[in-house]
Nanobody, 121 residues
């Protein structure tokens, strides 16, 4: 099971840090992806970090603003989000896939329930 936390309401230009914690299995062997879904839109891949943390990928929409990291000792992956914009408003999900990053949602084995991020003044 994956559990996201850290969402909330933030003003444009603000920051949030999302956490993705695992229970019942060890994240160490899994790549973790962050996705988001806004109302009426498809789920969008944002970022991914490999199981060892040596490889990170970002979508163009968040590159330079979001940073993914992991602490395997805490069984947790983070998404630091800076310079947030109203168009970043969505439900954010983390997901786990064995070892290597992929972008297709169909390839992920575990999903969290999502956390709402709202960027508004």
């Amino acid at each position: 099971q994956l559990v996201e936390s850290g969402g909330g309401l933030v003003q444009p230009g603000g920051s949030l840090r999302l956490s993705c914690a695992a229970s019942g299995f060890t994240l160490e062997y899994y790549a973790i992806g962050w996705f988001r879904q806004a109302p009426g839109k498809e789920r969008e891949g944002l970022s991914c970090i490999s199981s060892g943390g040596g490889t990170t990928n970002y979508a163009d929409s968040v590159k330079g603003r979001f940073t993914i990291s992991r602490d395997n000792a805490k069984n947790t992956v983070y998404l630091q989000m800076n310079s947030l914009k109203p168009e970043d408003t969505a439900v954010y999900y983390c997901a786990a896939v064995f070892r290597l990053c992929v972008w297709s949602t169909n390839d992920y084995d575990y999903w969290g329930q999502g956390t709402q991020v709202t960027v508004s003044s």
